[in-house]
């Protein structure tokens, strides 16, 4: 494990964005890190920068998203206070799922074997009618089948 952070180089995704994903962060100061209850109004703004988001969808306080232009939610689910979605990659999440408070969801990570520490991008697929307890994180290149129920603190870093 050798690898030189000095010779890292940001993905041409930060510059293709770069504009709106400076607007994006002003907007998420503003409506989503914040204890208002404006759920809906979460929503129509992430349907703005370009998610796609399900009808009867419910988005608690204090959710951090970092692209949402890579983010699809299913219908009736909900994401509870406190949620990272560290979404660099797609991240998509099924209908009727529940996403608790304090999980981290992460699509990326980097080529440890890379001298330049290489970022690789890596989509996390959560289906239908699943249960994600609080505090679990949610590994790279992750996907849970439908009906699933990942207990309160669990690290998922495989398919299930």
């Known amino acids: 494990m050798i690898f030189n952070l000095n010779k890292f180089r940001s993905p041409k995704l930060y510059k293709k964005y770069y504009l ?3 607007f994006w962060e002003l907007i998420k100061i503003l409506f989503f890190n914040t204890s ?3 759920s809906k109004l979460r929503v129509k703004i992430l349907r703005i920068f370009g998610a796609s988001v399900g009808d009867k969808v419910i988005i608690k306080p204090n959710v951090k ?13 909900w994401i ?3 949620v990272w979605i560290d979404n660099i990659s797609n991240v998509t999440i099924g209908n009727n799922t529940c996403i608790s408070q304090g999980v981290y969801i992460c699509s990326a990570s980097h ?3 890379s001298e330049s520490f290489d970022l690789k ?5 959560i289906g239908n009618n699943c249960w994600i307890a609080a505090k679990c994180i949610i590994g790279p290149n992750t996907s849970i089948s ?3 129920f990942i207990k309160i603190g669990q690290v998922v870093t495989k398919t299930i």
Not at 67 to 77: D, Q, V
Not at 121 to 125: A, G, I, M, S
């Open 80 to 82: 509870g206070e406190g």
């Open 65 to 77: 998203i970092k692209y949402p232009w890579n983010l699809k939610i299913g219908n009736s689910t």
């Open 146 to 148: 439908d009906d699933k």
């Open 111 to 113: 080529d440890i074997k």
């Open 121 to 125: 991008l890596q989509p996390v697929f």
């Open 36 to 38: 208002l209850p404006c």
């Open 20 to 22: 709106k994903f400076i």
